[in-house]
């Protein structure tokens, strides 16, 4: 190990330590900062307390700590532990802790000044995990306000895209050089519409063929790790062992996956990117990259995170294929072109941007923050925020309103330690059975452990639950002693109840077919041959979406009756005032609901005007501004104030536009309809009365000024100006009533030229003009003389701007004809 590359700027790097409270490291993989560095900073005890180390992933957490324990002939738990869920080998003499994420937020939660800590490493902290970033946002509020001697170590492959110098001004930048030999790249461009396995195999094998040494294989998931091995069997060399390696593998095959091969034999190693980064895996010469990553990302719109399949980024691709030249000149296979390479984009986006964020307000919330006040590297998007928090409302873990503070309830769930959802199952699974449901307790943990796996396929909850009982015991341990509680074998017949508890937006009632409405309201439908297919009623336990829309994959049966009974607290009474479409009339009604599931309703009779009104704006927003009496006078005022508002835009007009108008109906309309049930009702309305009424004073008078309905000719003739948002006001008029009017008429304080549609005497058009004097110096000569042979009898004076203004021939002004 003395000739890794780190070696080299560790004298740098701990005098940076010593002077400074925080220290960026860029090492690329094979650098060793995952393990030389920690290592020599517990051989040389340098720090007076203990050294956390944060591992994004619980199988790189368990083998570093493996591997520094041997390489100071111990055991895990001695001067190197590991602490991950659900696991703990730690003692007295540990100085070194690896950790993975949820943990040490935990460890944060339960002791802000880290006691006994001296040195709070992340590992890897290029991925951008949600935990990683809150876990920094946390160390960074302790350094500043508890402990100022306490250290923080910030490594990452790369700092591209990163904004860690804005979040840690005073911290250097130490940069060390990676440990790679040269990579011959092959490119084999797949058909992504055709199945990946079968491509990907035969890459797979022609590297086989081609090379000696194992081979590492990037897959996005587990389910083409399995069929690729599928595909494969019989068509492997002798000397190949196929060794899969992702995260719910039990800690043997994982292990037998990472040691050398046997002598006399290679590997094959189907991995998904749990291998990009610190993992090491021995004996690796080739990689075949799929191109491929499998990323969560949350919809806000029906409230689901969906898995997405999709290109990895040119960073990922750099460090996959870095793992074939760790220990001499590698070969990396790409399943795409090298044109698709330099479209690639350069990172991918961090969790923050792109998950569900109710873990990260419940921990903020126990930290004591509102989630927009932690330094954190990117602000979380205020529409996921609002999301996650009204979640954690109904869940019952934060108060309503805006200042996202936990309940009494709320901070028994953070300290759970896994999904609020979760958390909310486990503690009223406590409260029922003390009040008398025997054997929920059980059934909770079982379902907890068994939720926290990563779930697939199509199936009813209750199936799995029963499969995998045995595999469950070690997790449901953790819950039976966390609620203090006696364990027990789990019967699974609480199974719906609980569902119904952590997802109360997800219960849903048959509509028709496939398709069922669910409480949070939204409605999506089953996938096809599920075996909950005619429940009348379930829970969505799993649920993802494809272009058709969300698709329930895990479900669990209810009855909506038993809920109301056993769960009173989730059904509620409401006063509900609509529009009925078909009548086109108000209805209103007293409903028990369970979230916008209707369970039963009754006709409300006695309404008072405004609650009549605000239903009868409902289906004015349903139907559209149309259905609203406009006349001439009423447009064209709706036009001047579309106008007003964009030639004099700082006098404070209020938002005319048809959305603003529908969005604000309450303000401006109410008061008319107030009363009405119906929109025939609707005709006795002076639309140009109401829009006066709704505007601030003096913004009428003002409008009048500024935008008068009406210009007022040289004759005296009122013409009326047509505004239109968007284009230059205009009059249309005869051009014997503007002879004498040197300069072009305008509005809005002069800002604003009219343009002036000269007519003939008979109302025709003869020229348009926004500049009078430029038209009667110019234009009207040739003009004079068209219309004297067409209309002699009308004045056509030799100098318009001398002339009397006229509406008469003229004969009747007194001139000879």
Same mark, same amino acid.
């Given at each position: 190990m003395s000739s890794l590359p780190i070696v080299s700027v560790l004298p740098e790097l701990f005098a940076a330590i010593d002077r400074h409270a925080s220290v960026i490291l860029q090492a690329p993989p094979g650098a060793g900062k995952s393990t030389l560095?920690?290592?020599?900073?517990?051989?040389?005890?340098?720090?007076?307390?203990?050294?956390?180390?944060?591992?994004?992933?619980?199988?790189?957490?368990?083998?570093?700590?493996?591997?520094?324990?041997?390489?100071?002939?111990?055991?895990?738990?001695?001067?190197?532990?590991?602490?991950?869920?659900?696991e703990s080998r730690t003692s007295a003499a540990t100085r070194l802790e690896i950790v993975t994420e949820g943990v040490l937020t935990r460890m944060l939660q339960q002791d802000p000044e880290l006691t006994g800590v001296s040195l709070v490493i992340f590992d890897e902290f290029h991925e951008r995990s949600l935990h990683a970033d809150t876990a920094l946002a946390f160390v960074i509020e302790s350094q500043q306000g508890l402990r100022d001697d306490l250290k923080l170590l910030v490594m990452s492959a790369t700092l591209d895209g990163m904004a860690l110098e804005r979040l840690l001004p005073d911290a250097p930048v130490v940069r060390s050089e990676g440990r790679g030999f040269p990579i011959e790249y092959h490119y084999r461009p797949a058909n992504r519409q055709q199945w990946l396995e079968p491509q990907l195999g035969a890459v797979v094998l022609e590297a086989l063929a081609?090379?000696?040494?194992?081979?590492?294989?990037?897959?996005?998931g587990q389910g083409e790790i399995e069929r690729l091995a599928q595909w494969l069997e019989g068509r492997l060399p002798g000397d190949v062992t196929l060794a899969p390696l992702y995260g719910r593998l039990d800690l043997a095959a994982q292990q037998a996956a990472i040691d050398p091969a046997p002598a006399g034999r290679r590997k094959l190693v189907l991995t998904t990117n749990v291998a990009e980064t610190s993992l090491t895996i021995e004996g690796i010469s080739v990689v075949v990259d799929s191109g491929l990553e499998r990323r969560a990302s949350f919809d806000l719109k029906s409230g689901v995170t969906r898995l997405e399949t999709r290109p990895i980024a040119k960073s990922s691709a750099t460090q996959r294929a870095g793992r074939a030249g760790r220990l001499g000149p590698g070969v990396c296979?790409?399943?795409?072109?090298?044109?698709?390479?330099?479209?690639?984009?350069?990172?991918?986006?961090?969790?923050?941007?792109?998950?569900?964020?109710?873990?990260?307000?419940?921990?903020?919330?126990?930290?004591?923050a509102r989630v927009e006040e932690l330094p954190l590297l990117d602000p979380p998007p205020a529409a996921a925020v609002a999301s996650a928090q009204?979640?954690?409302?109904?869940?019952?873990?934060?108060?309503?309103?805006?200042?996202?503070?936990?309940?009494?309830?709320?901070?028994?769930?953070?300290?759970?330690?896994?999904?609020?959802?979760?958390?909310?199952?486990?503690?009223?699974?406590?409260?029922?059975?003390?009040?008398?449901?025997?054997?929920?307790?059980?059934?909770?943990?079982?379902?907890?452990?068994?939720?926290?796996?990563?779930?697939?396929?199509?199936?009813?909850?209750?199936?799995?639950?029963?499969?995998?009982?045995?595999?469950?015991?070690?997790?449901?341990?953790?819950?039976?002693?966390?609620?203090?509680?006696?364990?027990?074998?789990?019967?699974?017949?609480?199974?719906?109840?609980?569902c119904a508890l952590a997802w109360p937006d997800r219960i849903g009632r048959l509509r028709s077919g496939q398709r069922y409405q669910l409480s949070g309201g939204v409605s999506c439908d089953l996938v096809e041959g599920h075996p909950c297919q005619g429940?009348?009623?379930?829970?969505?336990?799993?649920?993802?979406?494809? +272009? &058709?829309?969300? !698709?329930?994959?895990?479900?669990?049966?209810? @009855? #909506?009756? *038993? =809920? $109301?009974?056993?769960?009173?607290?989730?059904?509620?009474?409401?006063?509900?005032?609509?529009?009925? +479409? &078909?009548?086109? !009339?108000?209805?209103?009604?007293?409903?028990? @609901? #369970?979230? *916008? =599931? $209707?369970?039963?309703?009754?006709?409300l009779?006695?309404?008072?005007?405004?609650?009549?009104?605000?239903?009868?704006?409902?289906?004015?927003?349903?139907?559209?501004?149309? @259905? #609203?009496?406009?006349?001439?006078?009423?447009?064209?005022?709706?036009?001047?104030?579309?106008?007003?508002?964009?030639?004099?835009?700082?006098?404070?007009?209020?938002?005319?536009?048809?959305?603003?108008? #529908?969005?604000?109906?309450?303000?401006?309309?109410?008061?008319?309809?107030?009363?009405?049930?119906?929109?025939?009702?609707?005709?006795?309305?002076?639309?140009?009365?109401?829009?006066?009424?709704?505007?601030?004073?003096?913004?009428?008078?003002?409008?009048?000024?500024?935008?008068?309905?009406?210009?007022?000719?040289?004759?005296?003739?009122?013409?009326?100006?047509?505004?239109?948002?968007?284009?230059?006001?205009?009059?249309?008029?005869?051009?014997?009533?503007?002879?004498?009017?040197?300069?072009?008429?305008?509005?809005?304080?002069?800002?604003?030229?009219?343009?002036?549609?000269?007519?003939?005497?008979a109302q025709r058009p003869l020229q348009i003009t926004a500049d009078l004097a430029a038209f009667?110096?110019?234009?009207?000569?040739?003009?004079?003389?068209?219309?004297?042979?067409r209309y002699p009898r009308h004045y056509w004076p030799d100098n318009p701007l001398e002339a009397m203004p006229t509406r008469v021939t003229k004969k009747k002004m007194g001139l000879q004809e």
């Amino acid at each position: 190990m003395s000739s890794l590359p780190i070696v080299s700027v560790l004298p740098e790097l701990f005098a940076a330590i010593d002077r400074h409270a925080s220290v960026i490291l860029q090492a690329p993989p094979g650098a060793g900062k995952s393990t030389l560095l920690p290592l020599e900073l517990v051989r040389r005890q340098r720090l007076p307390g203990r050294i956390i180390m944060l591992e994004p992933r619980r199988l790189a957490a368990r083998n570093i700590a493996s591997f520094l324990a041997r390489q100071l002939g111990e055991k895990v738990g001695e001067r190197v532990g590991l602490r991950v869920r659900g696991e703990s080998r730690t003692s007295a003499a540990t100085r070194l802790e690896i950790v993975t994420e949820g943990v040490l937020t935990r460890m944060l939660q339960q002791d802000p000044e880290l006691t006994g800590v001296s040195l709070v490493i992340f590992d890897e902290f290029h991925e951008r995990s949600l935990h990683a970033d809150t876990a920094l946002a946390f160390v960074i509020e302790s350094q500043q306000g508890l402990r100022d001697d306490l250290k923080l170590l910030v490594m990452s492959a790369t700092l591209d895209g990163m904004a860690l110098e804005r979040l840690l001004p005073d911290a250097p930048v130490v940069r060390s050089e990676g440990r790679g030999f040269p990579i011959e790249y092959h490119y084999r461009p797949a058909n992504r519409q055709q199945w990946l396995e079968p491509q990907l195999g035969a890459v797979v094998l022609e590297a086989l063929a081609a090379h000696d040494g194992s081979v590492l294989v990037f897959l996005p998931g587990q389910g083409e790790i399995e069929r690729l091995a599928q595909w494969l069997e019989g068509r492997l060399p002798g000397d190949v062992t196929l060794a899969p390696l992702y995260g719910r593998l039990d800690l043997a095959a994982q292990q037998a996956a990472i040691d050398p091969a046997p002598a006399g034999r290679r590997k094959l190693v189907l991995t998904t990117n749990v291998a990009e980064t610190s993992l090491t895996i021995e004996g690796i010469s080739v990689v075949v990259d799929s191109g491929l990553e499998r990323r969560a990302s949350f919809d806000l719109k029906s409230g689901v995170t969906r898995l997405e399949t999709r290109p990895i980024a040119k960073s990922s691709a750099t460090q996959r294929a870095g793992r074939a030249g760790r220990l001499g000149p590698g070969v990396c296979y790409r399943l795409w072109s090298g044109e698709v390479q330099e479209r690639l984009a350069e990172q991918s986006p961090p969790d923050i941007l792109t998950q569900e964020l109710t873990g990260l307000l419940l921990d903020a919330a126990q930290w004591g923050a509102r989630v927009e006040e932690l330094p954190l590297l990117d602000p979380p998007p205020a529409a996921a925020v609002a999301s996650a928090q009204r979640l954690l409302v109904t869940l019952g873990a934060m108060k309503p309103g805006g200042e996202q503070q936990l309940t009494p309830e709320g901070r028994v769930m953070a300290a759970f330690g896994t999904h609020p959802r979760l958390a909310r199952m486990l503690l009223r699974a406590r409260e029922l059975e003390a009040e008398g449901l025997t054997g929920i307790v059980a059934d909770a943990a079982f379902l907890v452990a068994l939720l926290e796996e990563d779930l697939r396929g199509s199936e009813r909850l209750a199936v799995l639950f029963h499969r995998r009982q045995g595999a469950l015991r070690q997790g449901a341990t953790r819950w039976f002693e966390r609620l203090g509680a006696r364990q027990e074998a789990a019967r699974g017949q609480w199974l719906g109840l609980l569902c119904a508890l952590a997802w109360p937006d997800r219960i849903g009632r048959l509509r028709s077919g496939q398709r069922y409405q669910l409480s949070g309201g939204v409605s999506c439908d089953l996938v096809e041959g599920h075996p909950c297919q005619g429940q009348g009623a379930l829970v969505a336990v799993e649920m993802g979406q494809n +272009e &058709r829309g969300s !698709r329930i994959f895990i479900a669990e049966p209810v @009855v #909506l009756d *038993e =809920l $109301v009974r056993l769960l009173p607290e989730m059904v509620s009474e409401r006063q509900w005032f609509d529009w009925d +479409e &078909r009548e086109e !009339r108000v209805r209103a009604e007293r409903q028990q @609901v #369970l979230g *916008e =599931l $209707v369970l039963s309703q009754r006709p409300l009779t006695e309404l008072s005007d405004e609650q009549k009104g605000r239903c009868l704006l409902q289906g004015i927003r349903r139907k559209g501004l149309h @259905v #609203l009496p406009w006349d001439d006078a009423s447009e064209g005022l709706l036009a001047r104030l579309r106008c007003a508002a964009e030639w004099l835009p700082d006098e404070g007009w209020p938002a005319m536009d048809e959305e603003s108008l #529908l969005a604000g109906l309450e303000q401006w309309l109410l008061p008319a309809v107030s009363g009405l049930t119906r929109l025939e009702q609707l005709k006795k309305l002076d639309m140009s009365d109401i829009l006066r009424q709704s505007l601030p004073w003096p913004l009428p008078r003002r409008l009048d000024e500024a935008l008068p309905g009406h210009f007022t000719a040289p004759t005296g003739s009122r013409v009326r100006i047509r505004y239109q948002p968007g284009q230059a006001p205009a009059i249309p008029v005869r051009i014997q009533e503007m002879f004498g009017l040197g300069a072009t008429p305008c509005v809005a304080d002069g800002r604003v030229p009219l343009v002036v549609e000269l007519l003939s005497p008979a109302q025709r058009p003869l020229q348009i003009t926004a500049d009078l004097a430029a038209f009667w110096a110019g234009s009207y000569e040739q003009v004079k003389k068209e219309m004297k042979g067409r209309y002699p009898r009308h004045y056509w004076p030799d100098n318009p701007l001398e002339a009397m203004p006229t509406r008469v021939t003229k004969k009747k002004m007194g001139l000879q004809e």
